[in-house]
């Protein structure tokens, strides 16, 4: 049970390059979110998707963009990165219909640089 | 949409000196609180939480007060201890989607 993971975990790109970030989750659970952090700051919400194939708009949306093709995955793209977007990315998941825990598990974290 | 702000920034207290961090929240919505402690360069974990039918829980060296009709809950460690030296971050969620709103963090240095 790894939880949940994110890659990269570490990536520096030129100002409109795009990548995209891939977060995976193996406890069947049905709400995952994009959160930012960065220095001496609170998590902001990006993105988060309530299941398959639904995504919503959080806090700090523009220049992002998130796909929820397959429950267990969520991914993060960034189309023409900027240096704005220099940040810590955390994916989280919660909710598991399973068990009914409501507790929102975090990864590890993607360092991202924009240059 | 929710609000949460958190104080202090920081606090700096004597290692078995008890530490206190407060947290106000706008929406009356809200109905889970949880509190996350993160160390340097690792993820936020989770270290408690409320919800807004409770009005105080604890977990061993670690309390958390929730006053709903204020719209603030507060962070309690007693006997600090140098391994608790983090930084705190609070949250808030109307529990749509668990979607978290959190502080600004406070980071707390126990001094051996």
């Known amino acids: 049970n790894a939880g949940v993971t994110q890659t990269p975990k570490f990536r520096v790109l030129k100002t409109g390059q795009s990548m995209t970030l891939l977060c995976a989750q193996d406890?069947?659970?049905?709400?995952m979110y994009w959160y930012r952090q960065d220095p001496g700051m609170g998590l902001r919400l990006i993105h988060y998707s309530v299941g398959e194939g639904t995504t919503a708009k959080g806090e700090v949306p523009d220049g992002y963009n998130v796909s929820r093709l397959k429950k267990q995955n969520f991914l993060l793209g960034l189309e023409s990165a900027a240096p704005s977007q220099t940040s810590v990315y955390f994916c989280?998941?919660?909710?598991?219909?399973?068990?009914?825990?409501?507790?929102?598990?975090f990864g590890e974290g993607s360092w991202l640089t924009v240059v | 949409g929710e609000n949460v702000e958190q104080h202090p920034s920081t606090l700096s207290v004597q290692e078995g000196d008890s530490a206190v961090i407060k947290c106000t929240y706008s929406d009356s919505a809200s109905n889970y609180f949880p509190w996350y402690k993160q160390e340097l360069g690792k993820r936020p974990q989770l270290i408690i939480d409320?919800?807004?039918?409770?009005g105080e829980k604890k977990d061993q060296r670690i309390a958390v007060t929730l006053n709903k009709t204020a719209k603030h809950f507060s962070l309690h460690i007693t006997e600090t201890q140098p391994e608790d030296s983090a930084v705190y971050f609070c949250a808030a969620s109307t529990g749509a989607g668990n979607k978290l709103t959190f502080g600004g963090g406070t980071r707390v240095l126990v001094k051996p």
């Open positions: 989280a998941s919660s909710y598991s219909p399973d068990s009914s825990e409501n507790t929102i598990y």
């Open positions: 406890m069947n659970h049905e709400y």
């Open positions: 409320i919800r807004s039918n409770v």
